[in-house]
């Protein structure tokens, strides 16, 4: 079975205060992994895909990274409107198109 | 610019009364899914379509039942609503199933009293 793993639940930072999330996951045959943000009472808005060890990707202040084991979102210089819960999920090799989700980290900047 | 779109945003119905929630996209993507999501809660798959090929998961409750009627469109029926079922129901679409990233709707709150 699919499991991630989210930590910390919740992280505090102060702007300008670069910081990294971490997802951990065990998965039979990764197809890909993906991080999401959601902001509350909205959809999770696609951020970056993953598919490969080594591989990383890059959009403003976020980069994301991923090795065979886990995956870091690092957040440069962050602003207050980055403030949301940002969301991991793998896609297995066995399941058929069902992402398996972690709980999620609550990101949230002081300015 | 091509998105998922749910109506309505905030849905409230009485207990046991069916409400029906929709999905539309305008990505031409051959999947579609449906995904509850509870406060706090991680987004929790119930089923998807994959062109016109149902799949449900196999602890989504008979409650809940699906329709695509096309493409573009795809319901979300809950026919006898109770007070567990509220909840955010999120729509998500895909090319394919295999790999490729899912794009979801903003969602429609759900409130039964």
């Known amino acids: 079975e699919d499991q991630v793993t989210q930590s910390p639940e919740a992280l505090r930072l102060q702007e300008g205060e670069s910081s990294s999330l971490n997802c951990s996951y065990t998965v039979s045959g990764l197809r890909g992994l993906f991080w999401y943000r959601q902001d509350p009472g909205k959809g999770p808005e696609f951020l970056f895909t993953l598919y490969s060890a080594g591989e990383e990707k890059e959009k403003e202040r976020l980069k994301a990274t991923l090795t065979k084991k886990e995956s870091f979102l690092h957040i440069t210089a962050p602003k207050p409107e980055d403030s949301a819960t940002y969301l991991c999920?793998?896609?297995?090799?066995?399941?058929?198109?069902?992402?398996?989700f972690g709980q999620g980290t609550i990101l949230t900047v002081h300015p | 610019d091509a998105m998922v779109i749910q109506n309505p945003r905030y849905q409230v119905t009485q207990f046991g009364k069916p409400v029906t929630l929709s999905c539309s996209q305008t990505l031409n993507h051959n999947v579609m899914y449906w995904y509850q999501q509870k406060s706090s809660q991680a987004p929790k798959l119930l089923f998807h379509?994959?062109?016109?090929?149902?799949?449900n998961e196999a602890d989504t409750p008979d409650n809940f039942q699906s329709r695509r009627p096309n493409t573009s469109f795809c319901f979300l029926d809950i026919r006898s609503p109770g007070l567990g079922d509220a909840a955010m129901y999120l729509c998500?679409?895909?090319?394919?199933?295999?790999?490729?990233?899912?794009?979801f709707g903003p969602g429609t709150r759900l409130l039964v009293l």
């Open positions: 998500a679409t895909s090319r394919v199933w295999d790999g490729e990233t899912q794009y």
């Open positions: 379509y994959y062109d016109k090929d149902f799949n």
């Open positions: 999920a793998v896609l297995g090799g066995t399941s058929y198109g069902k992402l398996t």
